[in-house]
């Protein structure tokens, strides 16, 4: 059975930091794009950030161009989201996700597999 479990959500306050984990077991994880989406109370939920199997290339939505680092570990079964700069507007819930299909993935249905979320919340 595949499992995501994500970790290192919190408050924070703006322009500060936080680095997100996302650790998965059940798959082969180095077969796997991966990818980091959120959801704000009442909104849909947004593409962030995603990386291909071999972490070789990396994609991200222009609102964290520059802000967000993806990363993965294929050693550890781990992909990471290290975001900077954070501003309250950043606040959401924080998913990884799992894609057979491929780098740069931006739409929730083309992932395979999701972890339960964390929560990040920037206050002003």
């Known amino acids: 059975q595949v499992q995501m479990v994500e970790s290192g959500g919190g408050l924070v306050q703006a322009g500060g930091s936080l680095r997100l984990s996302c650790a998965a077991s059940g798959l082969t994880f180095g077969s796997y794009a991966m990818g980091w989406f959120r959801q704000a109370p009442g909104k849909e939920r947004e593409f962030v950030a995603a990386i291909n199997w071999s972490a070789y290339s990396t994609y991200y939505a222009d609102s964290v161009k520059g802000r967000f680092t993806i990363s993965r570990d294929n050693a550890k079964n781990t992909v990471y989201l290290q975001m900077n700069s954070l501003k309250p507007e950043d606040t959401a819930v924080y998913s990884c996700?799992?894609?057979?299909?491929?780098?740069?993935?931006?739409?929730?249905?083309?992932?395979?597999?999701w972890g339960q979320g964390t929560q990040v919340t920037v206050s002003s």
């Open positions: 996700a799992a894609s057979r299909l491929g780098p740069y993935r931006v739409r929730p249905d083309e992932y395979d597999y």
